[in-house]
Every structure is written in C-alpha cells, then in structure tokens.
Antibody, heavy 120, light 107 residues
C-alpha cells in the first residue's frame, strides 16, 4: 500500500525555524514527485511546491518561492518542508502528497497532514 | 497562472438528490488536465477524478467528471450521506492551481 506519513503537530513562536517531514512507503520513493499543499484555517488548498527525490529537482509556486524550502533525503524516503523564520500567518495544516508520475499532475495519495501553529 | 473558480460556493441538497458542481478556468486547461478531490472535516483530501473524467481507484460510479477547455463539471448522481463534504478542482496543465472549493451540505 502506498502511504505517506507526516510528522506530528508543532507549536512554535514567531521567528523560530521549523522542518516538517513526510515519509513515503510502499513504492519507489525516488520515482515520483512529492508535493506540499497548505490549508489555512477554514480555507482552501494552496499548492506550495514539488520535489523529485530522485535528483532533488524542485519547483515552487510563485506565492511560496523564497518563503519555504523543500528538500528530500532519498536514503530514508523522506521529504521535508522547512521555514527559517516562522510568522503567525504560517499557521496552517500542511499536507504532502505524491504526484502521479509527472512533474505537474494530480495528487494521490495524501499524507494525514501536519498542523503548524505559530503564536507568541 | 490559471485561476479556477468553483460554483456554487455552497450547495444544499438532500440525500438521493443529484449534485452538479462547476469549475471554470481563466484560460483553457490543456489536455483536460483537471482533477477533483473530496475533503471531509478533519481529513486529508481524497482524489476522486483525474484527466477530467477518469475515476480514481475505489471511487463509486455515482461520481463522474466531464468538461474540457475552460468548463468542467463534477456530478454526483445520487447523494449518499457520506458525500456531504467540500470538493475542490485542481488543474495541472500549466503548473498547479486549486479552485476555492464547493461545500455540499445537507438541506
């Protein structure tokens, strides 16, 4: 079974750094793009960016370029989403999801989500 | 960037009724590269439809997708109690964007 398991909920203060993770199993991790999607409280889905773990090729949504860093460690089948300095507006649920096999395609399956709360 | 506009924002229907959800793109979506997702409260989104009309694995046949170019539709032929949720469209013909969602609620 293809599965993505994300790290647990985080509570951080503004200005702190954070790295959340997404571990893939049940498939060849290096052969599929992984994407990150933000969902702010009570709002819709926003695409943040994607990474190809095979060679770490990364694409960012213009809205998130420079705001976050996406990376992957293929040796442990894990993708990451990282902030260097969190803001209150980063409070949201973050999902990782596997793409179908192309750089831009549909997302399936999805991780369970990681809730990030940024508050002083 | 292709902007996707979903309508209506909320659809109030009874179980057994037919639901028709619209997703309109600001420019043509190449090769019908459009997907639909269902999201229930407290859960991650679930893929329903890809390629505008292909059902994902395990999705009941009461869900169907249609459309091309700039106008796409998700139809639920007979609403079951578990179908009341929020539905999102997503295009992947030019980068990736999501629509704002349609909430299907019990009337």
């Amino acid at each position: 079974e293809v599965q993505l398991v994300q790290s647990g909920a985080e509570v951080k203060k503004p200005g702190e750094s954070l790295k959340i993770s997404c571990k893939g199993s049940g498939y060849s991790f290096t052969s599929y793009w992984i994407g990150w999607v933000r969902q702010m409280p009570g709002k819709g889905l926003e695409w943040m960016g994607i990474i190809y773990p095979g060679d770490s090729d990364t694409r960012y949504s213009p809205s998130f370029q420079g705001q976050v860093t996406i990376s992957a460690d293929k040796s442990i089948s894990t993708a990451y989403l990282q902030w260097s300095s969190l803001k209150a507006s980063d409070t949201a649920m973050y999902y990782c999801a596997r793409l179908s096999g192309y750089d831009y395609s549909w997302f399936d399956p999805w991780g369970q989500g990681t809730l990030v709360t940024v508050s002083s | 960037e292709i902007v996707l506009t979903q309508s209506p924002g909320t659809l109030s229907l009874s179980p057994g009724e037919r639901a028709t959800l619209s997703c309109r793109a600001s420019q043509s979506v190449s090769s019908s590269y459009l997907a639909w997702y269902q999201q229930k409260p407290g859960q991650a989104p679930r893929l329903l439809i890809y390629g505008a009309s292909s059902r994902a694995t395990g999705i009941p046949d009461r869900f169907s997708g249609s459309g091309s170019g700039t106008d796409f539709t998700l139809t639920i032929s007979r609403l079951e109690p578990e179908d009341f949720a929020v539905y999102y469209c997503q295009q992947y013909g030019s980068s990736v964007t999501f629509g704002g969602g349609t909430k299907v609620e019990i009337k």
